[in-house]
């Protein structure tokens, strides 16, 4: 049976670990697909301790757009995250947010039509406040529609507040 759940919140909210914590508890071999592209040694550091974090259970797959080319039938996925994922359609666009919503949606669609349980990762940057910055201000717009699709189609959706997990939405 297709399950999607979203779990969101801020920067260092504890999402990635909730997303883990979920998996594990719903399948001894879960899936870990990462959208990262690795911009500078800070990155790469911070995703070498996401990665240690997690034990030879996980089958681990990177992949910054196509997530359907991977047949996630059976399965329980972890896709962290959205927020990195728009960024890869975001700049590959040229910055255009009407045609990266759009790519990204009809990607979120194919790849969610296996019978799999999803548990996606997303960021609540708007709540930050408004950028002076006009390419930030486009981000952002482009993030919050798209974790409005999600949440929709979501069956469940968890905000994380300091290592906290509050159910918004479930079935």
């Not at 399950?3 to 909210?13: E, N, V």
């Not at 883990?20 to 719903?26: I, M, Q, R």
């Not at 890869?88 to 790519?103: P, T, Y």
């Amino acid at each position: 049976m297709r399950k999607i759940i979203l779990i969101t919140g801020g920067q260092r909210s504890g999402k990635s670990k909730k997303a883990e914590e979920l998996a594990l508890s719903l399948s001894p071999t879960p899936v870990y697909m990462a959208t990262a592209h690795v911009w500078d040694d800070e990155f790469r550091d911070r995703v070498r301790r996401h990665q240690e974090r997690r034990g030879p259970q996980w089958t681990n797959i990177e992949e910054e757009m196509l997530l359907s080319r991977h047949d996630m039938t059976g399965r329980v996925v972890v896709v962290d995250c959205v927020t990195l994922w728009l960024t890869n359609f975001f700049f590959a666009n040229g910055s255009d947010v009407d045609v990266s919503l759009r790519l990204a949606k009809e990607e979120f669609d194919a790849f969610t039509k296996a019978d799999a349980t999803y548990i996606f990762v997303t960021n609540e940057i708007g709540l930050g406040g408004v950028s002076d910055n006009a390419l930030q201000r486009k981000f952002t717009d482009l993030q919050g529609w798209m974790n409005q699709y999600i949440a929709d189609k979501a069956d469940e959706v968890v905000l994380m507040v300091s290592g906290i997990a509050m159910k918004v939405k479930s079935e």
